[in-house]
């Protein structure tokens, strides 16, 4: 059983289009990290949120967690070819430990 | 600060040999996590350690796969008699002492051991 879906799994865009990657579950998450990872690379943490409803803005990323803290989102605008590689959703279910369930990725290719 | 150090980077065993992955957490951290992402797959939890403690070895397998924190030195994580199915990437993350202001569970990544099993 997944316990985190993300969506899509793959997406291929133009250089300035827009793009959103939905992480979604039935569980209620103490918090949701967002993960990059480059081929060959570990995962670089992006943002954490952990309060109901918080929007995190990274420059052109912007980050919500879901009101019921069982979803998540990642927007990106006007996309280009740098933002190319897989993303990663992973939430915790208490807030006292590092073990973090992760969504099978996202990878995203910005074609210039 | 210097991040979070694995090594090596990749390890090229045989089947039957054993693979030790080691790890330095970042500066500061007392807590060492291992995440096991086989191909085609998304990063699987397997273990969580403190300093000489076993905290959650709940995504470990039972047989062959052992990992501890000594009090001084690196993490490591063992793998006796590897087999093929073994091959796989490797990470090792690591975090400070969990705050009470529910600032979150944030880990950092080190870049990962390549184990490939022939």
């Known amino acids: 059983t997944q316990l985190l879906e993300q969506s899509p799994q793959f997406l291929s865009i133009q250089e300035g289009e827009n793009l959103t990657v939905y992480c979604n579950s039935s569980?209620?998450?103490?918090?949701l990290q967002w993960y990059r990872q480059e081929p060959g690379e570990g995962p670089v943490l992006l943002v954490t949120v952990v309060t109901g409803g918080e929007v995190k803005k990274l420059k052109r990323l912007t980050f919500q967690f879901g009101d019921a803290r069982k979803d998540s989102s990642l927007h990106i605008t006007a996309a280009q070819p740098g933002d190319t590689g897989l993303y990663l959703c992973?939430?915790?279910?208490?807030?006292?430990?590092?073990?973090?369930?992760f969504g099978q990725g996202t990878t995203l290719q910005v074609k210039p | 600060n210097a991040g979070v150090m694995q090594n090596p980077r990749h390890l090229v065993r045989r089947r039957g040999q054993e693979a030790r992955l080691r790890c330095s957490p970042m500066?500061?951290?007392?807590?060492v996590y291992w995440y096991r992402q086989l191909p085609e797959e998304g990063l699987k939890f397997m273990v969580y350690?403190?300093?000489?403690?076993?905290?959650?070895e709940s995504g470990m397998p039972k047989e062959r796969f052992s990992a501890e924190f000594p009090k001084e030195g690196p993490s490591i994580l063992r793998i006796q008699q590897v087999v093929r199915g073994d091959s796989a990437a490797y990470f090792c993350?690591?975090?400070?002492?969990?705050?009470?202001?529910?600032?979150?569970?944030?880990?950092?990544f080190g870049e990962g051991s390549w184990l490939t099993v022939v």
């Open positions: 350690l403190q300093k000489e403690n076993i905290i959650d």
């Open positions: 992973a939430g915790a279910r208490s807030s006292n430990t590092g073990k973090l369930i």
């Open positions: 500066k500061g951290h007392s807590h």
């Open positions: 993350a690591s975090s400070p002492n969990w705050r009470q202001d529910g600032s979150g569970n944030t880990i950092y």
């Open positions: 569980s209620v998450f103490s918090s």
